[in-house]
C-alpha cells in the first residue's frame, strides 16, 4: 500500500501520494485557500479588509481583492500585507 499526506486544497482535503508533483495551479489553491481561511477566522470581510490595509498604508479596492482571491494570483508581499493588516501572526501550511 503506497504511503500518503494529506494537503488542504482550495474547499476539500485531497489525498497526494508522496513523490506526485504540485501543479502550479495546485500552488495557487493553496495559498488563496490560505488567506480565505485566515480572513475567515478573523471574521474580516473584503470591504473591512480594504479598510485595514489602508491603516497600514496599503491602497487596495474591494473588486481588486476579490478578483485576486478569486484567481489565486498574487505576490508574497500581498499575502503578508494582508495578513498583518488583519492582526494574523502565525499560518499554518496544513
Known amino acids: 500500500m503506497p ?3 494529506q494537503r488542504l486544497c482550495c474547499k476539500w ?3 497526494v501520494y508522496l513523490g ?6 495546485d500552488w ?3 495559498v488563496k ?3 480565505k ?5 478573523s471574521n474580516v470581510t473584503y470591504k473591512q479588509l480594504v479598510d485595514k490595509l489602508k491603516d497600514i ?3 487596495e479596492t474591494e473588486p481588486n481583492i ?4 478569486a484567481r489565486g494570483k498574487f505576490t508574497a508581499v500581498f499575502l503578508i500585507q494582508c495578513l498583518t493588516a488583519i492582526g494574523s501572526n502565525t499560518l499554518r501550511l496544513e
Open 28 to 30: 495557487e489553491n493553496q
Open 20 to 25: 506526485d508533483m504540485k501543479e502550479h495551479s
Open 13 to 15: 482535503p485531497k489525498t
Open 66 to 69: 476579490r478578483n485576486k482571491l
Open 57 to 59: 498604508g496599503v491602497t
Open 3 to 5: 504511503s500518503f499526506v
Open 33 to 35: 485557500g490560505l488567506l
Open 37 to 41: 481561511a485566515e480572513l475567515k477566522k
